[in-house]
T-cell receptor, first 111, second 114 residues
Framework: QKEVEQNSGPLSVPEGAIASLNCTYS??????FFWYRQYSGKSPELIMF????GDKEDGRFTAQLNKASQYVSLLIRDSQPSDSATYLCAGGGYNFNKFYFGSGTKLNVKP | SAVISQKPSRDICQRGTSLTIQCQVDSQVTMMFWYRQQPGQSLTLIAT?????????ESGFVIDKFPISRPNLTFSTLTVSNMSPEDSSIYLCSVDGTGGYEQYFGPGTRLTVT
């Protein structure tokens, strides 16, 4: 059983729309969650992390965590073509230093 | 976040040979990690490297195939031994952040085995 699951996409949204990326996890011991953006041919770049239930906002990005439902999401407001990338969700838990990565969701923002 | 560099950035190697990948960080870090990312796939953790102790390998990865060194708090190497075409992949090192939980990635090493 995969620890972290994501829809592989692609998710296509028009420029200026809200992109919603979702992730579920199986290990209830997971306590920290991370969203990475990966452009083609580049390494993953950390954009958000969340530890507590609820929402965490940073600029155009909002991470949401619902531990009861074992669900993590990333909302990107006012999506731009430069947001087109693969978004990786990662979870860490009882061993904070060990991450479990989802397979990634490819986002396409159309001008 | 720390500045992380990897050498080489890419290489083409013949099967049966070995390649050592270096990871250098501009500040001292506790944990360093080595991942593999095969084409179109997500990241798979190979091992965790702490300074002064043996690396901890994930299921499916063994020390004889992927020996790791961690001589100090800013440097680590991963060797891919006796390579086969199946080892063609991007190899990434990462380090733990100042908060202790997040990880930051180096630019990666793209390895092609012919």
């Amino acid at each position: 059983q995969k620890e972290v699951e994501q829809n592989s996409g692609p998710l296509s949204v028009p420029e200026g729309a809200i992109a919603s990326l979702n992730c579920t996890y199986s290990d209830r011991g997971s306590q920290s969650f991370f969203w990475y953006r990966q452009y083609s041919g580049k390494s993953p770049e950390l954009i958000m992390f969340i530890y507590s239930n609820g929402d965490k906002e940073d600029g155009r990005f909002t991470a949401q965590l619902n531990k009861a439902s074992q669900y993590v999401s990333l909302l990107i407001r006012d999506s731009q073509p430069s947001d087109s990338a693969t978004y990786l969700c990662a979870g860490g838990g009882y061993n904070f230093n060990k991450f479990y990565f989802g397979s990634g969701t490819k986002l396409n923002v159309k001008p | 976040s720390a500045v992380i560099s990897q050498k080489p950035s890419r290489d083409i190697c013949q099967r049966g040979t070995s390649l050592t990948i270096q990871c250098q960080v501009d500040s001292q870090v506790t944990m360093m990690f080595w991942y593999r990312q095969q084409p179109g796939q997500s990241l798979t953790l190979i091992a965790t490297a702490n300074q002064g102790s043996e690396a901890t390998y994930e299921s499916g990865f063994v020390i004889d195939k992927f020996p790791i060194s961690r001589p100090n708090l800013t440097f680590s190497t991963l060797t891919v031994s006796n390579m086969s075409p199946e080892d063609s992949s991007i190899y990434l090192c990462s380090v733990d952040g100042t908060g202790g939980y997040e990880q930051y990635f180096g630019p990666g090493t793209r390895l092609t085995v012919t």
